[in-house]
């Protein structure tokens, strides 16, 4: 019988042992996380997986996120996302799984889609004015959801942006290319953050 107590006595420290070292494992992992804007309190932890790039064939940033120089009348001086150079017709997928809020268009962004899940949103700007989506559509990362747009459009009622030459442009923009842009609570944050 004593020599059941020492049997059972080893196999109980071992156990205890065992969690202790298991708990120290996973402090040490969960340490090595990092969080961004609080998102240790969203279930949509960010990480490489959760986000598609959005332009598949193309990933030469020609204007990077934060102060600048306004390339064109109309662009601001503190650019709220990042400006992917590719040519119009290239294809443009959702970056992250979420519900189409916009389309249409939107003032120096030109024509847009909007999407959100209800933590971030994205403005994927300058595309085609043929729209793939539609407001209220559900897509997922990695979904073709526009393509980029032309330099030039036309039939937008009131459009102040022009070109050189006098003619209307997609928003304020000097040549094709996607605008990507995300917000958390309303605020603009670094797209690159995110990749």
């Excluded at 193309?58 to 109309?74: D, L």
């Excluded at 300058?126 to 209220?136: A, E, K, M, N, Q």
């Excluded at 747009?149 to 030459?165: E, H, I, L, Q, T």
């Amino acid at each position: 019988m004593f020599n059941n107590f020492y049997k059972y006595l080893f196999i109980f420290l071992s156990f205890i042992i065992l969690c202790f070292i298991g708990l120290i494992f996973s402090l040490y992992t969960l340490d090595s996380f990092t969080f961004s804007d609080n998102s240790i309190f969203n279930t949509n932890i960010v990480s490489s997986s959760y986000f598609s790039w959005p332009t598949p064939n193309y990933n030469t940033i020609t204007s990077h996120f934060g102060y600048r120089k306004a390339p064109t009348s109309g662009a601001g001086t503190f650019h709220g996302g990042i400006d992917i150079g590719a040519p119009a017709g290239s294809v443009v997928v959702a970056a992250f799984s979420g519900k189409v809020t916009y389309t249409g268009f939107y003032g120096a962004n030109g024509y847009t889609v909007s999407i959100s899940d209800g933590y971030y949103s994205a403005n994927y700007s300058h595309v085609s004015p043929y729209f793939l989506v539609y407001v209220g559509q559900f897509v997922n990362s990695g979904d073709i959801i526009a393509t980029v747009g032309p330099k030039n459009v036309y039939g937008v009622p009131n459009n102040p942006y022009r070109d050189s030459s006098g003619n209307p442009t997609n928003g304020a923009t000097t040549g094709p290319h996607l605008h990507f842009s995300i917000k958390i609570d309303g605020k603009a944050v670094n797209p690159l953050n995110y990749f």
